[in-house]
């Protein structure tokens, strides 16, 4: 299943933390007409490359299904940020 | 007789590889295979879990102390490397023959055309095996760096 929800997590050097959930499928239901709209010229550009348009969508929604569980933390002295996709 | 060796008979027949050669290949075919292909779990360790994320975790250390120490802690799952390196299998000619350029221009003698999409997941399999520890240390720094699966 593709990803919801990523958490991006802030902390400061006072270890004050800011967390804000980012909806993803809020993301995806807007980039979803922009994907059809999108379609036929993706489509030509496939068949220029000669690649199968259909198997490049199936490695696309791969890739946005593996998303999920992905985690970075980076921190600096006391400070710190952390990208989580849910 | 099976078909390899006969084959390996006629290349000697017709005077494209020498007795030696043709000895060695012969032994090489009859020898047990030191690997089994990923699709046999008795050899892949059938009790061992199968990883699901590679971990990239970078511990640096001034030893003034000034800096503060800075620490990288990276997840990606398994599953997505796969979706990535099927990504990488759909790359065109053309393209990959100008990575090739590049890569050999740094002095990467790497041909990625020879790549194929099933030895690319073969090589995600076998990340499972994988650990890399890299310390390193300067007058002022310690840098530690590892990368395994888990």
Not at chain 2, 27 to 34: F, K, S
Not at chain 2, 55 to 72: A, F, L, M, Y
Not at chain 2, 73 to 92: D, E, K, S, T, Y
Request: net charge negative; glycine share 4%.
């Amino acid at each position: 299943m593709i990803p919801f929800v990523a958490v991006v997590s802030l902390r400061d050097h006072e270890s004050r933390t800011f967390r804000l959930w980012v909806p993803l499928f809020l993301i995806w239901l807007l980039l979803l007409p922009l994907a059809v709209f999108l379609s036929p010229f993706m489509f030509i550009a496939c068949l220029a490359c000669r690649v199968n348009p259909l198997r490049g969508v199936a490695v696309i929604w791969q890739i946005l299904n593996a998303l999920a569980d992905t985690n970075v933390e980076v921190e600096h002295r006391s400070a710190g940020l952390s990208f989580h996709i849910l | 007789m099976n078909e390899h060796r006969r084959q390996i008979l006629q290349m000697l027949s017709e005077g494209k590889i020498s007795a030696d050669e043709a000895e060695r290949l012969i032994a090489a075919m009859e020898a047990p295979p030191a690997f089994t292909t990923l699709s046999d779990p008795a050899s892949s360790g059938a009790g061992k879990p199968r990883p699901k994320y590679l971990r990239v975790v970078v511990d640096s250390e001034e030893d003034g102390g000034h800096e503060g120490p800075t620490k990288v802690n990276v997840r990606v799952p398994m599953q997505l490397l796969r979706a990535g390196v099927r990504l990488a299998g759909l790359i065109p000619a053309p393209a990959l023959r100008r990575a090739n350029f590049a890569l050999q221009e740094q002095g990467v003698p790497i041909d990625l055309t020879q790549i194929k999409p099933e030895n690319l997941e073969e090589l995600v399999e076998h990340l499972n095996d994988l650990t890399v520890d890299v310390d390193q240390k300067d007058a002022n720094t310690k840098v530690k760096v590892r990368v395994y699966c888990e």
